[in-house]
């Protein structure tokens, strides 16, 4: 679903994670994205969040994106959440103001 990036500025920001992510989405997979619920992205959290972090090096080095992920969790109540899921659900978020398909009478 996500191509392997290479060569990317580092996002400090899950907003900056975002942009990069879909940047490289092509549309179609934005809006299956978008449709997807919100119990459905833990699915893909598992199929890419490893990639996410291996590219965003979130454990190796990247402290400036971890730090925003564990923040967003902390205000949410999500005290285990996983970094990778912060930035599927926020990347989701973003998708669901723009890709989801509606019903035009």
Known sequence: MFPKMIDIKLPSTIDEAVDILLDDLPL??????????????DLINRMVGLQIARDFKLWSGN??????????????????ADPTMVIVRAMWAKLQDTHVLRLVK
Do not use: F, H, I
Request: proline content about 0%; glycine content about 4%.
């Open 28 to 41: 179609l997979d934005r809006s299956r994205l978008a449709c997807l619920t919100a119990k459905e992205l």
């Open 63 to 80: 402290t400036d994106l971890l730090r925003d992920c564990m923040a967003v969790s902390e205000q949410n109540g999500d005290e285990d």
